[in-house]
């Protein structure tokens, strides 16, 4: 028996499979059966080790089915493992990390209780929104970054004199990071979202560094894509050449992709954090090292 279980959670089946295969860890499925009424139904397929169980798996929708799911495979392995790791590559609900307007409920701060409630020692995110929503954990956490995996990827692409750009002042050191990382320059937008209808609005004037260069617009996710069109509207008016997007987590809810094509994005580069048709970059490699 190998000294690390990692346990597939039905949201990231993939990722669990290449993260065994870096870990030389003994793989364990997990069978789920959803009833008409929306409960799950999660059998465990293996035996687990006694030491230490990684379960892998995504919070992205149906969001709370997958959390429930996730807590329940933490509860089942911590039965047998003195040490349970949850791996969310996707954290949802991570938006939800504090209180924007009187009343709301920083949901945030309930996972973190859940979590630590059902065994977890240990919670590992990739590029979660904001590190605010890991302060409300009281076990230990760590957010990881897939920045290096994405840039590895577009090195890989002839772009025209690359300039990397951020939809909003809350992805300033995102891309940053990655600018430095790709050796190009990079510029800040100024976004607006309504706080109670969600609409985003985009409040920069005119930017001449942006004409006649590919764009790289940088995020950490895509849900609506409303960010992502509205900055790309804005770009192309700026008379910019092509503009790709990159980002950790691409939910892309309803027919954002074409949404977003239609806003004349040249391609979107997003990893497996969540499987999907434009998730060709792979960060098992970076939750390995976090594990070990
Ligand atoms: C916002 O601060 C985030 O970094 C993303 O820009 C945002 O959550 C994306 O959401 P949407 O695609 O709905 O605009």
Known sequence: MSKISIISGKSSEDLAKRLSKKLKANLVKSEVRVFPDGESKITLRGNLSKRKSVVVQSIYPPV????VQALSLISK???????VIAVIPYMGYARQDREFLP??????KVLAKLFKGVGASKIIA????SVIGL??????????????????YFK???????????????GKNRAKEFAKKFESEYIVLEKKRDKKTGKVKIKTKNSDKVTNRDLILVDDMISTGESIIKA????????????YVACTHALLMNGAEKKIRKAGVTSIVSTN???????????SNTIAKAIM
Request: aromatic share 2%.
């Open 232 to 243: 790309t509207q804005f770009l192309k008016k700026q008379k910019c050449k092509k503009v």
């Open 156 to 170: 890989k692409l002839s772009l025209k004199n690359p300039l990397v750009v951020s939809p909003d002042q809350g």
């Open 135 to 152: 302060k409300h954990f009281t076990i230990k956490s760590k957010n990881v970054t897939a920045i290096p995996d994405l840039v590895k």
């Open 126 to 129: 990739v590029d979660i929104h």
């Open 77 to 83: 392995a911590k039965e047998t493992s003195s040490e």
């Open 273 to 283: 954090t969540i499987p999907g048709k434009t998730s060709v970059v792979d960060v």
């Open 103 to 108: 009343g709301e409920i920083i949901t945030m």
């Open 64 to 67: 709370d089915t997958n959390l």
